[in-house]
């Protein structure tokens, strides 16, 4: 069973740096490429970034590029996502989801979400 | 960046009827890279449909996807009460993701 799993949210005051964490399990996470996307409260979807399956190329919304950097780790099976300048348009949940395969670009699995407050 | 425009922005309707769901795009959009999600309150997004006409695994028979170009629509073709939610368009392009506003489905 393919799980997702973040973590590292919480309440962070403007211009400070979060680092979130998504476990994946139950599939061959070296193989597939993994986005993040994030949500306002009460707002629609909205993409932040992608890596591809060996983490060589990476892609971000022009809204966060230059302040958010994604990485992996495939021999952890970990997805990050170290945010930094944080500003209180960031606050949002944060979900990670697994790309369906290497050439279909859209999510089939998608984590539970770990919330990020952006706030003094 | 190619925006998404979903219409209508609320669709009200009772369980059996049929729900029609718009999604407009900037400029064209290759069909293999359009999907549809649907999202309940509290829970993650759920892929429906990708590749434009291609209903992901395990989703019923009663959604449909169809289009092409900037026109896509998503139809679920008799509601049950599990249906009523937001859903949402979703395209790739220009090594960007995005996704339309969203359309609620909600209780007549």
């Known amino acids: 069973e393919v799980q997702l799993l973040e973590s590292g949210g919480g309440l962070v005051q403007p211009g400070g740096s979060l680092r979130l964490s998504c476990a994946a399990s139950g599939f061959t996470f070296s193989a597939y490429g993994m986005s993040w996307v994030r949500q306002a409260p009460g707002k629609g979807l909205e993409w932040v970034s992608h890596?591809?399956?060996?983490?060589?190329?990476?892609y971000y919304a022009d809204s966060v590029k230059g302040r958010f950097t994604v990485s992996r780790d495939n021999s952890k099976n970990t997805l990050y996502l170290q945010m930094n300048s944080l500003r209180a348009e960031d606050t949002a949940v944060y979900y990670c989801?697994?790309?369906?395969?290497?050439?279909?670009?859209?999510?089939?699995?998608w984590g539970q979400g770990t919330l990020v407050t952006v706030s003094s | 960046e190619i925006v998404l425009t979903q219409s209508p922005g609320t669709l009200s309707l009772s369980p059996g009827e049929r729900a029609t769901l718009s999604c407009r795009a900037s400029q064209s959009v290759s069909s293999s890279h359009l999907a549809w999600y649907q999202q309940k309150p509290g829970q993650a997004p759920r892929l429906l449909i990708y590749g434009a006409s291609s209903r992901a695994t395990g989703i019923p028979d009663r959604f449909s996807g169809s289009g092409s170009g900037t026109d896509f629509t998503l139809s679920i073709s008799r509601l049950e009460p599990e249906d009523f939610a937001v859903y949402y368009c979703q395209q790739f392009g220009g090594s960007q993701w995005t996704f339309g506003q969203g359309t609620k489905v909600e209780f007549k």
């Open positions: 989801a697994k790309r369906l395969t290497p050439t279909i670009t859209v999510f089939d699995y």
């Open positions: 890596i591809i399956a060996s983490g060589g190329t990476t």
